[in-house]
């Protein structure tokens, strides 16, 4: 009895993925080729599909609530520039107050889904002083400051290994795909390093002159569990970071909510023409 539970506790998880992935199959949702997460005031991709299905969060079994104000907590699937894709239009976050594994459920499913190619997108506030307000960062490696690691616990062989490799977490050749897309399209565009932090209270001054000398250029709130759960079950991951504010610490000026969702809005526009150039490519 006593090993049953541990067993049955033990596959939990990828049963509700299952069941979930399931569901969406119910709905249509199938042979998909990418799935797209899209951050805080990055939603505009999502009038660029060929929509065949538009579903709430709180309508599909296991998926938590989105919670902030500035995601849509929609799951949309579609054509887009000729590719089957599921974009989740908004995101979940660890200071909404639930799980790495809930925040990574998502991703599990697209797996199930037959999802092999991941894009990310998220806004963030930029700690390299050579960054711009509304500017795009091509991330190419993170640094984990959540409390925690979205694979503790009991290992769920049918994801993946105990232990994944996180040598290269971001696919090089799709890191290089969005570099040639941003030159043809005369897109200024960095690469660096990206530190996932708690929130969701903004960093104070010597907070941003610890994230800097770490090695990091930008500092968000996201994606960094969802590409360690992506990484895990071997799908290819590509992330865009928008930088919505600039992190100086010895100038360091109040945050306006309204001035982060204009500047994410400025620079969504060339995220926009990266994802799709990207999509195109594959």
């Given amino acids: ?14 049963k509700k993925a299952v069941e979930t992935a399931d569901f969406l ?13 899209l951050g805080t005031g990055l939603g505009k991709l999502a009038d660029e599909i060929d929509i065949k299905l538009c579903i ?10 989105a919670t902030v104000e500035f ?11 000729g590719v089957e894709t599921l974009v989740m239009q908004g995101r979940f976050h660890y200071y909404e107050g639930y799980s ?35 500017s795009l960062m091509i991330i190419d490696d993170h640094i984990n400051m959540l409390p925690g690691n979205p694979l503790v616990g009991k290992n769920h062989y049918q994801f993946g290994p105990r232990f994944p490799d996180m040598s290269r977490p971001y696919d090089r050749g799709l890191i290089e795909k969005m570099e040639q897309i941003a030159k043809e399209n005369n897109i200024d565009i960095d690469k660096g390093v990206y530190v996932a932090w708690t929130g969701p209270s903004l960093e104070t001054r010597a907070e941003y002159r610890f994230i800097r000398t770490m090695g990091a250029d930008v500092v968000g709130m996201s994606t960094v569990p969802e590409v360690i759960v992506a990484n895990q079950m071997n799908m290819k ?6 930088v919505t504010d600039l992190c100086d610490p010895d100038n ?12 994410a809005a400025i620079a969504e ?12 490519s594959l």
Wanted: glycine share 8%; with cysteine.
């Fill in 56 to 65: 709430d969060y709180e309508d599909i079994p296991h998926f938590p609530e």
């Fill in 100 to 134: 790495l594994q809930e925040i990574t459920f998502p991703v599990r499913v697209m797996k199930l889904l037959g999802i092999e190619t991941l894009l990310v997108s998220n806004a963030c506030g930029a700690v390299n002083p050579t960054y711009k307000s509304a």
């Fill in 25 to 37: 199959r119910s709905k249509g949702v199938d042979h998909v080729g990418v799935g797209i997460i």
């Fill in 252 to 263: 360091l000026q109040a945050v306006v909510i309204d001035d982060i969702l204009r500047n």
């Fill in 71 to 81: 995601h849509h907590g929609k799951l949309i699937y579609g054509i887009l520039e």
């Fill in 237 to 242: 991951v590509a992330a865009i970071s928008v």
């Fill in 1 to 14: 009895m006593i090993r049953f539970v541990e067993l049955k506790t033990k596959n939990l998880m990828y």
């Fill in 269 to 280: 526009k060339q995220m926009l023409v990266l994802f799709k150039g990207l999509l195109r």
